[in-house]
Protein backbone atom coordinates (compact mmCIF):
# COMPACT_ATOMS: atom_id res chain seq x y z
CA UNK A 1 0.00 0.00 0.00
CA UNK A 2 1.20 3.56 -0.80
CA UNK A 3 0.56 7.06 1.01
CA UNK A 4 -2.17 7.77 -1.55
CA UNK A 5 -3.63 4.69 -0.90
CA UNK A 6 -4.50 6.21 2.25
CA UNK A 7 -6.49 9.12 0.64
CA UNK A 8 -9.65 7.47 0.99
CA UNK A 9 -9.99 7.39 4.45
CA UNK A 10 -8.77 7.89 7.33
CA UNK A 11 -5.85 5.78 9.07
CA UNK A 12 -6.52 3.39 11.90
CA UNK A 13 -5.11 4.58 15.07
CA UNK A 14 -2.21 4.30 17.15
CA UNK A 15 -1.78 0.31 18.69
CA UNK A 16 -2.50 0.55 22.59
CA UNK A 17 0.61 1.24 24.13
CA UNK A 18 2.26 3.62 21.36
CA UNK A 19 3.72 7.06 22.76
CA UNK A 20 1.46 8.69 20.15
CA UNK A 21 -1.95 7.14 22.00
CA UNK A 22 -0.99 9.07 25.06
CA UNK A 23 0.90 6.17 26.74
CA UNK A 24 4.08 6.33 28.39
CA UNK A 25 7.14 5.04 27.86
CA UNK A 26 7.13 2.40 30.20
CA UNK A 27 4.28 0.67 28.04
CA UNK A 28 6.75 -0.70 25.09
CA UNK A 29 9.29 -2.81 24.93
CA UNK A 30 13.06 -1.34 25.05
CA UNK A 31 15.38 -2.75 22.66
CA UNK A 32 18.49 -2.32 24.56
CA UNK A 33 19.76 -3.21 28.21
CA UNK A 34 19.82 -6.99 29.68
CA UNK A 35 16.07 -8.01 29.45
CA UNK A 36 15.79 -6.88 25.68
CA UNK A 37 19.59 -8.47 24.60
CA UNK A 38 19.35 -11.65 26.32
CA UNK A 39 17.43 -13.36 24.31
CA UNK A 40 16.03 -10.90 21.37
CA UNK A 41 14.35 -13.76 19.64
CA UNK A 42 12.17 -14.39 21.97
CA UNK A 43 11.09 -10.38 22.24
CA UNK A 44 10.32 -10.42 18.32
CA UNK A 45 8.31 -13.39 19.12
CA UNK A 46 6.48 -11.17 22.19
CA UNK A 47 6.18 -8.12 20.03
CA UNK A 48 4.80 -10.31 16.81
CA UNK A 49 1.82 -11.61 19.31
CA UNK A 50 0.76 -8.66 20.22
CA UNK A 51 1.25 -6.16 17.25
CA UNK A 52 1.38 -8.21 14.72
CA UNK A 53 4.29 -7.21 11.51
CA UNK A 54 5.20 -4.31 12.63
CA UNK A 55 5.42 -3.23 16.53
CA UNK A 56 6.11 0.15 18.09
CA UNK A 57 9.67 -0.08 20.39
CA UNK A 58 12.02 2.41 22.66
CA UNK A 59 15.44 2.73 21.23
CA UNK A 60 18.74 4.13 23.56
CA UNK A 61 17.28 7.35 25.28
CA UNK A 62 13.58 5.80 24.94
CA UNK A 63 13.13 7.23 21.92
CA UNK A 64 10.33 5.63 19.85
CA UNK A 65 10.39 3.58 16.93
CA UNK A 66 8.65 1.07 14.69
CA UNK A 67 10.81 -2.41 14.36
CA UNK A 68 9.43 -4.56 11.40
CA UNK A 69 8.85 -8.11 12.03
CA UNK A 70 7.15 -9.54 9.06
CA UNK A 71 9.06 -10.54 5.95
CA UNK A 72 6.67 -8.91 3.31
CA UNK A 73 6.73 -5.62 5.76
CA UNK A 74 10.58 -5.89 5.60
CA UNK A 75 10.47 -6.04 1.79
CA UNK A 76 7.93 -3.68 1.49
CA UNK A 77 9.86 -0.78 3.19
CA UNK A 78 13.20 -1.91 1.76
CA UNK A 79 11.92 -1.39 -1.78
CA UNK A 80 9.67 1.61 -1.71
CA UNK A 81 12.39 4.36 -1.17
CA UNK A 82 9.85 6.93 -2.02
CA UNK A 83 7.67 6.26 1.25
CA UNK A 84 10.35 5.20 3.52
CA UNK A 85 13.66 7.48 3.02
CA UNK A 86 17.19 6.40 3.88
CA UNK A 87 17.35 9.57 4.48
CA UNK A 88 17.76 9.93 8.95
CA UNK A 89 17.19 13.91 8.30
CA UNK A 90 13.91 13.18 8.34
CA UNK A 91 13.73 11.79 11.76
CA UNK A 92 11.41 13.66 13.68
CA UNK A 93 13.54 13.13 16.76
CA UNK A 94 16.39 14.79 15.16
CA UNK A 95 14.09 17.67 14.05
CA UNK A 96 12.65 17.90 17.52
CA UNK A 97 16.12 18.06 19.57
CA UNK A 98 15.37 14.59 21.36
CA UNK A 99 18.54 13.06 20.59
CA UNK A 100 21.23 13.30 22.98
CA UNK A 101 24.51 14.84 21.25
CA UNK A 102 26.32 11.29 23.21
CA UNK A 103 23.52 9.42 22.56
CA UNK A 104 25.14 5.88 20.99
CA UNK A 105 22.91 5.60 18.04
CA UNK A 106 24.47 8.90 16.67
CA UNK A 107 27.53 6.94 14.94
CA UNK A 108 24.99 4.58 13.16
CA UNK A 109 22.31 7.14 12.35
CA UNK A 110 23.03 10.52 12.36
CA UNK A 111 23.17 11.59 8.47
CA UNK A 112 26.60 11.65 6.59
CA UNK A 113 27.40 11.85 2.76
CA UNK A 114 27.31 8.47 1.75
CA UNK A 115 25.03 6.16 -0.19
CA UNK A 116 23.18 4.55 2.82
CA UNK A 117 22.11 7.43 3.83
CA UNK A 118 20.60 8.94 -0.07
CA UNK A 119 17.82 8.25 -2.07
CA UNK A 120 17.31 8.88 -6.31
CA UNK A 121 20.01 10.32 -8.12
CA UNK A 122 22.45 11.12 -5.29
CA UNK A 123 22.25 7.52 -4.19
CA UNK A 124 23.22 6.34 -7.32
CA UNK A 125 26.12 8.63 -8.33
CA UNK A 126 27.37 7.51 -4.42
CA UNK A 127 26.66 3.76 -4.81
CA UNK A 128 27.65 3.54 -8.12
CA UNK A 129 31.60 4.91 -6.69
CA UNK A 130 31.05 2.20 -3.91
CA UNK A 131 30.23 -1.33 -6.10
CA UNK A 132 32.66 0.03 -9.38
CA UNK A 133 35.22 0.08 -6.93
CA UNK A 134 34.45 -3.08 -5.31
CA UNK A 135 34.64 -4.96 -8.62
CA UNK A 136 38.02 -3.93 -9.38
CA UNK A 137 38.86 -6.51 -6.70
CA UNK A 138 40.08 -9.99 -8.01
CA UNK A 139 37.69 -12.35 -6.14
CA UNK A 140 40.89 -15.34 -6.39
CA UNK A 141 43.13 -12.82 -5.09
CA UNK A 142 40.64 -12.10 -2.18
CA UNK A 143 40.28 -15.74 -1.52
CA UNK A 144 44.20 -16.02 -1.51
CA UNK A 145 44.51 -13.40 1.76
CA UNK A 146 42.36 -15.27 2.97
CA UNK A 147 44.04 -18.14 3.16
CA UNK A 148 47.31 -16.65 3.53
CA UNK A 149 45.59 -15.43 7.22
CA UNK A 150 43.55 -18.23 8.37
CA UNK A 151 46.95 -19.90 7.92
CA UNK A 152 48.60 -17.34 10.25
CA UNK A 153 45.60 -17.72 12.79
CA UNK A 154 45.74 -21.03 13.01
CA UNK A 155 49.35 -21.39 13.24
CA UNK A 156 49.83 -18.84 16.20
CA UNK A 157 47.63 -21.47 18.02
CA UNK A 158 47.56 -24.73 16.53
CA UNK A 159 50.55 -26.10 18.67
CA UNK A 160 48.51 -25.72 22.21
CA UNK A 161 45.71 -28.25 20.87
CA UNK A 162 42.98 -25.37 21.88
CA UNK A 163 41.32 -22.23 20.72
CA UNK A 164 38.50 -19.67 20.72
CA UNK A 165 37.49 -19.35 17.90
CA UNK A 166 35.70 -16.18 18.49
CA UNK A 167 39.01 -13.94 19.95
CA UNK A 168 41.47 -16.18 17.82
CA UNK A 169 39.96 -16.39 14.53
CA UNK A 170 36.39 -14.64 13.80
CA UNK A 171 37.27 -11.51 15.26
CA UNK A 172 40.48 -11.25 14.02
CA UNK A 173 40.42 -12.57 9.70
CA UNK A 174 38.21 -10.17 8.28
CA UNK A 175 39.81 -6.65 9.44
CA UNK A 176 43.42 -8.69 8.74
CA UNK A 177 42.02 -8.68 4.77
CA UNK A 178 40.19 -5.52 4.84
CA UNK A 179 43.22 -3.87 5.97
CA UNK A 180 44.85 -4.65 2.62
CA UNK A 181 41.94 -4.13 0.75
CA UNK A 182 41.97 -0.72 2.03
CA UNK A 183 46.06 -0.69 1.25
CA UNK A 184 46.28 -0.11 5.24
CA UNK A 185 49.46 -1.20 7.44
CA UNK A 186 48.49 -4.31 8.62
CA UNK A 187 49.44 -3.26 12.43
CA UNK A 188 45.88 -1.07 12.31
CA UNK A 189 44.21 -4.70 12.43
CA UNK A 190 43.37 -4.96 16.41
CA UNK A 191 42.57 -1.36 16.84
CA UNK A 192 40.10 -0.95 13.75
CA UNK A 193 38.73 -4.56 15.44
CA UNK A 194 37.76 -3.12 18.75
CA UNK A 195 36.42 0.21 17.31
CA UNK A 196 34.47 -1.46 14.75
CA UNK A 197 32.84 -3.86 17.41
CA UNK A 198 32.46 -1.11 20.15
CA UNK A 199 30.65 1.24 17.59
CA UNK A 200 28.39 -1.70 16.32
CA UNK A 201 27.80 -2.47 19.82
CA UNK A 202 26.30 1.21 20.68
CA UNK A 203 28.18 1.22 23.98
CA UNK A 204 28.81 4.54 25.98
CA UNK A 205 32.51 4.60 23.89
CA UNK A 206 30.95 4.11 20.83
CA UNK A 207 31.23 7.72 19.83
CA UNK A 208 35.17 7.98 20.50
CA UNK A 209 35.17 4.59 18.62
CA UNK A 210 34.04 6.39 16.00
CA UNK A 211 36.25 9.22 16.45
CA UNK A 212 39.15 6.91 16.23
CA UNK A 213 38.01 5.19 12.93
CA UNK A 214 37.31 8.63 11.27
CA UNK A 215 40.66 10.23 12.51
CA UNK A 216 42.79 6.99 11.02
CA UNK A 217 40.67 7.09 7.66
CA UNK A 218 41.12 10.82 7.41
CA UNK A 219 45.26 10.54 7.20
CA UNK A 220 45.07 6.98 5.25
CA UNK A 221 42.99 8.91 2.33
CA UNK A 222 45.55 11.65 2.49
CA UNK A 223 48.20 9.60 1.96
CA UNK A 224 46.15 7.80 -1.16
CA UNK A 225 46.03 11.41 -2.96
CA UNK A 226 49.30 11.75 -3.37
CA UNK A 227 50.25 8.02 -3.37
CA UNK A 228 47.45 6.18 -4.98
CA UNK A 229 47.81 2.08 -5.27
CA UNK A 230 45.49 -0.71 -5.97
CA UNK A 231 43.41 -0.49 -3.56
CA UNK A 232 39.58 1.20 -2.55
CA UNK A 233 40.65 4.40 -1.30
CA UNK A 234 42.77 5.14 -4.48
CA UNK A 235 39.77 3.59 -6.64
CA UNK A 236 37.24 6.00 -5.07
CA UNK A 237 38.97 9.04 -5.38
CA UNK A 238 39.82 8.66 -9.18
CA UNK A 239 36.24 7.66 -9.28
CA UNK A 240 34.02 9.30 -12.35
CA UNK A 241 31.78 9.92 -9.95
CA UNK A 242 33.51 12.54 -8.20
CA UNK A 243 33.51 11.84 -4.66
CA UNK A 244 34.52 14.51 -2.17
CA UNK A 245 37.65 13.58 0.38
CA UNK A 246 34.59 13.99 2.90
CA UNK A 247 32.82 11.32 0.58
CA UNK A 248 35.47 9.07 0.19
CA UNK A 249 36.44 9.10 3.74
CA UNK A 250 32.89 8.16 4.78
CA UNK A 251 32.20 5.45 2.38
CA UNK A 252 35.74 3.76 3.48
CA UNK A 253 34.25 4.09 7.35
CA UNK A 254 30.68 2.60 5.79
CA UNK A 255 32.75 -0.29 3.79
CA UNK A 256 34.89 -1.15 6.97
CA UNK A 257 32.63 -1.22 10.06
CA UNK A 258 29.62 -3.41 7.83
CA UNK A 259 32.02 -5.63 6.06
CA UNK A 260 33.89 -6.49 9.53
CA UNK A 261 31.05 -6.30 11.73
CA UNK A 262 28.73 -8.36 9.41
CA UNK A 263 31.31 -11.36 8.73
CA UNK A 264 32.94 -11.77 11.91
CA UNK A 265 29.14 -12.74 13.12
CA UNK A 266 28.90 -14.67 9.93
CA UNK A 267 32.29 -16.35 10.85
CA UNK A 268 31.04 -17.01 14.47
CA UNK A 269 27.64 -18.40 13.63
CA UNK A 270 28.56 -20.35 11.28
CA UNK A 271 31.39 -22.24 13.41
CA UNK A 272 28.73 -22.78 15.81
CA UNK A 273 26.34 -24.71 13.55
CA UNK A 274 29.42 -26.87 12.09
CA UNK A 275 30.69 -27.82 15.97
CA UNK A 276 27.10 -28.24 17.36
CA UNK A 277 24.88 -30.03 14.87
CA UNK A 278 25.55 -33.46 14.16
CA UNK A 279 23.53 -34.23 11.22
CA UNK A 280 25.12 -31.06 9.77
CA UNK A 281 28.37 -32.08 10.41
CA UNK A 282 27.46 -35.53 9.39
CA UNK A 283 26.30 -34.65 5.62
CA UNK A 284 29.35 -32.19 5.49
CA UNK A 285 31.49 -34.66 5.73
CA UNK A 286 29.02 -37.19 3.53
CA UNK A 287 29.19 -34.79 0.39
CA UNK A 288 25.42 -33.82 1.16
CA UNK A 289 25.80 -30.17 2.15
CA UNK A 290 28.51 -27.92 1.37
CA UNK A 291 29.52 -25.18 3.32
CA UNK A 292 27.78 -22.52 1.34
CA UNK A 293 24.54 -24.29 2.12
CA UNK A 294 25.73 -23.60 5.62
CA UNK A 295 26.20 -20.09 5.77
CA UNK A 296 22.77 -19.52 3.57
CA UNK A 297 21.27 -21.67 6.60
CA UNK A 298 22.99 -19.04 9.09
CA UNK A 299 21.89 -16.74 6.90
CA UNK A 300 18.79 -17.09 7.63
CA UNK A 301 18.47 -18.57 10.49
CA UNK A 302 21.34 -16.59 12.72
CA UNK A 303 22.00 -13.51 10.58
CA UNK A 304 24.85 -11.30 11.10
CA UNK A 305 22.74 -8.39 11.76
CA UNK A 306 20.01 -8.77 13.64
CA UNK A 307 17.95 -5.64 12.74
CA UNK A 308 18.85 -2.56 10.57
CA UNK A 309 18.54 1.08 10.99
CA UNK A 310 16.76 2.52 9.26
CA UNK A 311 14.16 4.33 7.10
CA UNK A 312 12.12 7.11 7.98
CA UNK A 313 8.38 7.43 6.30
CA UNK A 314 8.25 10.58 4.40
CA UNK A 315 4.72 10.75 5.28
CA UNK A 316 1.64 9.24 6.82
CA UNK A 317 0.87 5.77 5.65
CA UNK A 318 0.15 2.47 6.75
CA UNK A 319 2.48 -0.77 7.17
CA UNK A 320 1.41 -4.02 8.63
CA UNK A 321 -2.11 -2.40 10.28
CA UNK A 322 -0.02 0.11 11.92
CA UNK A 323 -0.13 3.96 11.22
CA UNK A 324 2.98 5.59 10.41
CA UNK A 325 3.42 8.80 10.62
CA UNK A 326 5.45 11.39 8.85
CA UNK A 327 9.09 11.50 10.50
CA UNK A 328 9.41 8.16 12.22
CA UNK A 329 12.02 5.99 12.42
CA UNK A 330 11.73 1.89 11.42
CA UNK A 331 14.04 -0.78 12.19
CA UNK A 332 14.25 -3.40 9.44
CA UNK A 333 13.36 -6.77 12.06
CA UNK A 334 16.24 -9.00 9.99
CA UNK A 335 16.31 -12.05 12.34
CA UNK A 336 12.01 -11.35 12.83
CA UNK A 337 11.91 -11.38 9.01
CA UNK A 338 13.28 -14.81 8.33
CA UNK A 339 11.48 -16.57 10.43
CA UNK A 340 8.01 -15.16 10.05
CA UNK A 341 5.75 -17.68 9.96
CA UNK A 342 3.96 -16.45 7.07
CA UNK A 343 6.89 -17.74 5.08
CA UNK A 344 8.22 -20.62 7.11
CA UNK A 345 5.56 -22.49 8.87
CA UNK A 346 8.21 -25.02 9.19
CA UNK A 347 11.46 -23.45 10.86
CA UNK A 348 12.90 -27.25 9.78
CA UNK A 349 12.53 -27.60 6.43
CA UNK A 350 15.88 -27.54 4.34
CA UNK A 351 16.71 -24.25 3.06
CA UNK A 352 19.64 -25.48 0.30
CA UNK A 353 19.36 -23.16 -2.56
CA UNK A 354 16.92 -20.77 -1.22
CA UNK A 355 18.28 -17.33 -0.86
CA UNK A 356 14.86 -15.45 -0.27
CA UNK A 357 16.77 -14.10 3.41
CA UNK A 358 16.50 -10.60 4.51
CA UNK A 359 20.17 -10.78 5.42
CA UNK A 360 21.70 -8.68 2.47
CA UNK A 361 18.44 -6.57 2.74
CA UNK A 362 16.79 -5.56 -0.95
CA UNK A 363 15.77 -3.46 -3.62
CA UNK A 364 18.34 0.08 -4.28
CA UNK A 365 20.03 -0.72 -1.00
CA UNK A 366 21.47 -3.86 -1.25
CA UNK A 367 24.50 -5.53 0.36
CA UNK A 368 26.47 -4.33 -2.16
CA UNK A 369 29.90 -6.23 -0.52
CA UNK A 370 28.25 -9.40 0.02
CA UNK A 371 29.94 -11.36 -2.37
CA UNK A 372 33.30 -10.28 -0.59
CA UNK A 373 31.77 -10.99 3.00
CA UNK A 374 30.81 -14.81 1.58
CA UNK A 375 34.10 -14.98 0.22
CA UNK A 376 35.89 -14.73 3.53
CA UNK A 377 33.46 -16.62 5.97
CA UNK A 378 33.71 -20.04 3.23
CA UNK A 379 37.25 -19.41 2.19
CA UNK A 380 38.41 -19.21 6.16
CA UNK A 381 36.04 -21.60 7.47
CA UNK A 382 37.29 -24.38 5.22
CA UNK A 383 40.48 -23.30 5.07
CA UNK A 384 40.13 -23.44 9.29
CA UNK A 385 38.06 -27.06 8.97
CA UNK A 386 41.15 -28.99 6.37
CA UNK A 387 44.01 -27.46 8.91
CA UNK A 388 41.90 -29.15 11.65
CA UNK A 389 39.67 -31.83 10.74
CA UNK A 390 38.72 -33.15 14.05
CA UNK A 391 37.99 -29.53 15.31
CA UNK A 392 35.23 -29.68 18.41
CA UNK A 393 33.82 -27.89 20.99
CA UNK A 394 35.94 -28.01 24.44
CA UNK A 395 32.98 -27.12 26.52
CA UNK A 396 29.60 -28.39 26.64
CA UNK A 397 26.93 -26.81 23.91
CA UNK A 398 25.03 -25.25 26.83
CA UNK A 399 27.74 -23.23 28.53
CA UNK A 400 28.43 -21.53 25.64
CA UNK A 401 27.24 -17.70 26.11
CA UNK A 402 25.93 -15.36 23.81
CA UNK A 403 26.39 -11.60 23.48
CA UNK A 404 23.91 -9.34 21.93
CA UNK A 405 23.92 -5.65 21.27
CA UNK A 406 20.62 -4.43 19.69
CA UNK A 407 21.90 -4.93 15.76
CA UNK A 408 23.20 -7.90 16.41
CA UNK A 409 23.83 -11.34 18.89
CA UNK A 410 26.40 -14.19 18.86
CA UNK A 411 28.60 -15.87 20.95
CA UNK A 412 30.92 -14.93 23.01
CA UNK A 413 33.65 -17.55 22.80
CA UNK A 414 33.95 -20.43 21.44
CA UNK A 415 36.46 -22.74 23.41
CA UNK A 416 37.52 -25.59 20.99
CA UNK A 417 40.43 -28.41 21.22
CA UNK A 418 41.77 -30.33 18.56
CA UNK A 419 44.69 -32.64 17.55
CA UNK A 420 48.17 -30.13 17.17
CA UNK A 421 48.86 -30.48 13.26
CA UNK A 422 52.44 -32.12 13.00
CA UNK A 423 53.85 -28.97 11.51
CA UNK A 424 52.78 -25.40 11.15
CA UNK A 425 54.43 -25.48 8.09
CA UNK A 426 50.81 -27.19 6.87
CA UNK A 427 49.64 -23.58 6.08
CA UNK A 428 52.83 -22.42 3.77
CA UNK A 429 51.05 -23.70 0.37
CA UNK A 430 48.12 -20.65 0.45
CA UNK A 431 51.11 -17.69 1.60
CA UNK A 432 53.64 -18.39 -1.61
CA UNK A 433 51.95 -16.41 -4.07
CA UNK A 434 49.81 -13.56 -2.29
CA UNK A 435 51.74 -10.37 -2.01
CA UNK A 436 51.80 -10.47 -6.04
CA UNK A 437 47.83 -10.89 -5.87
CA UNK A 438 47.04 -7.98 -3.49
CA UNK A 439 46.26 -4.32 -3.97
CA UNK A 440 50.03 -3.54 -3.92
CA UNK A 441 52.52 -2.12 -1.45
CA UNK A 442 51.56 -0.96 2.11
CA UNK A 443 51.33 2.85 2.64
CA UNK A 444 53.98 3.69 5.56
CA UNK A 445 52.29 3.43 9.29
CA UNK A 446 49.39 6.19 9.74
CA UNK A 447 49.76 8.31 12.74
CA UNK A 448 46.84 8.13 14.89
CA UNK A 449 45.91 10.38 17.70
CA UNK A 450 42.59 9.88 18.76
CA UNK A 451 43.64 6.63 20.91
CA UNK A 452 47.03 6.85 22.84
CA UNK A 453 49.24 4.03 21.69
CA UNK A 454 49.50 1.13 24.76
CA UNK A 455 45.97 2.21 25.84
CA UNK A 456 43.04 -0.69 26.52
CA UNK A 457 41.10 -1.41 23.55
CA UNK A 458 38.22 0.72 23.52
CA UNK A 459 34.85 -0.58 24.90
CA UNK A 460 35.99 -4.32 25.02
CA UNK A 461 35.68 -6.45 28.44
CA UNK A 462 39.31 -7.35 27.87
CA UNK A 463 42.71 -6.52 25.99
CA UNK A 464 43.24 -8.87 22.73
CA UNK A 465 46.66 -7.19 22.05
CA UNK A 466 49.14 -9.79 22.93
CA UNK A 467 48.36 -11.69 20.19
CA UNK A 468 48.95 -9.06 17.88
CA UNK A 469 52.57 -7.99 19.88
CA UNK A 470 53.63 -11.76 19.46
CA UNK A 471 52.59 -11.66 15.47
CA UNK A 472 53.50 -8.62 14.04
CA UNK A 473 57.01 -8.60 15.96
CA UNK A 474 57.80 -12.05 14.59
CA UNK A 475 57.39 -10.69 11.44
CA UNK A 476 59.74 -7.29 11.54
Given at each position: ?????????????????????????????????????????????????????????????????????????????????????????????????R??????????????????????R???????????????????????????Y????????????????????A????????T??L???????????????????G?????????F?????????????V?????????????????????????????L?????T??????????????D????A??????????????K??????????????????????G????????????????????????????????????????????????G?????A????????????????Q???????????????????????????????????????????????G????????T?V?????????????????????????
Amino acid sequence: MTTADTASGPLPGPPPGCPAHGMGPEALHRLYGPAAESNPQALYETLRARYGPVAPVLLHGDLPAWLVLGHRENLEVMRSPSRFSRDSRNWRMFQEGRVAPDSPLRPMIQWQPICVFADGREHERLRGAVTGSLEQFDRRGIRRYVIRYTNQLVDSFAATGQADLIGDFAEKLPMLVMTQLLGMPEEYGPRLVDAALDLMKGSKTALASNDFLVSTLRTLTERKKVSPGHDLPSWLIRHDAGLTDNEVLEHLRLVLVAANETTVNLIANTLHLVLTDRRFRANLAGGHMTLPDALEKVLWDAPPLSAIPGRWATGDTLLGGQRIKAGDMLLLGVAAGNVDPEIRPDLSAPLQGNRAHLSFSSGPHECPGQDIGRAIADTGIDTLLARLPDLQLAVAEGDLRTRAAWLSKRLESMPVRFTPPRSAAEGEAGRSDVATTGPGPLPEVVPVTAVEPGSAPVGRERARTSWWARLFRSRR
